[in-house]
C-alpha cells in the first residue's frame, strides 16, 4: 500500500506560483506512476499532470501544459508540482495519486491523498 500527503497549497494572487508535494509512505512509491488531479467546486475532478516511476516520462492537460511541471524524487519518497504563471481558473483542491503505470484517467490510479486548496485570485 500508498499513503500520500499532499502539501503546499495556499492563496496566490494570479501571475504567481506555488509548489505542491506529494510524501509518500510505503515501500512501493518507486514502483508507482504519479498523478496529479484538481477539483473545483461544482465540477468533476479533472487530470493535470502525471509522471511515470522513474521520472523519465510525463504528461500533461493542455490547460496547464508550459505552466505546470511534474516531477519526482524516489530516494525522498516525494513528487512535486510546480506550478507557475497561476490563473484564477488554476483554483481547486489539488490531489496526488499512485497507480501501476502513468495514465490520465482517475480510475488508473489505487491510492490518492486527501488533497490541498490552491486559491488564485485575480
Known amino acids: 500500500q500508498v499513503q500520500l500527503a499532499e502539501s503546499g497549497g495556499g492563496l496566490v494572487q494570479a501571475g504567481g506560483s506555488l509548489r505542491l508535494s506529494c510524501a509518500a509512505s510505503?515501500?512501493?512509491?518507486?514502483?508507482?506512476?504519479m498523478g496529479w488531479f484538481r477539483q473545483a467546486p461544482g465540477k468533476d475532478r479533472e487530470f493535470v499532470a502525471a509522471i511515470s516511476r522513474g521520472g523519465g516520462a510525463t504528461s500533461y492537460a493542455d490547460s496547464v501544459k508550459g505552466r505546470f511541471t511534474v516531477a519526482r524524487d524516489n530516494a525522498k519518497n516525494t513528487a512535486y508540482l510546480q506550478m507557475n504563471s497561476l490563473k484564477p481558473e488554476d483554483t481547486a483542491v489539488y490531489y496526488c495519486?499512485?497507480?501501476?503505470?502513468?495514465?490520465?484517467?482517475?480510475?488508473?490510479?489505487?491510492?490518492w491523498g486527501q488533497g490541498t486548496q490552491v486559491t488564485v485570485s485575480s
Open positions: 510505503g515501500r512501493t512509491f518507486s514502483n508507482s506512476a
Open positions: 495519486a499512485a497507480g501501476r503505470l502513468l495514465g490520465t484517467a482517475a480510475v488508473q490510479y489505487d491510492y
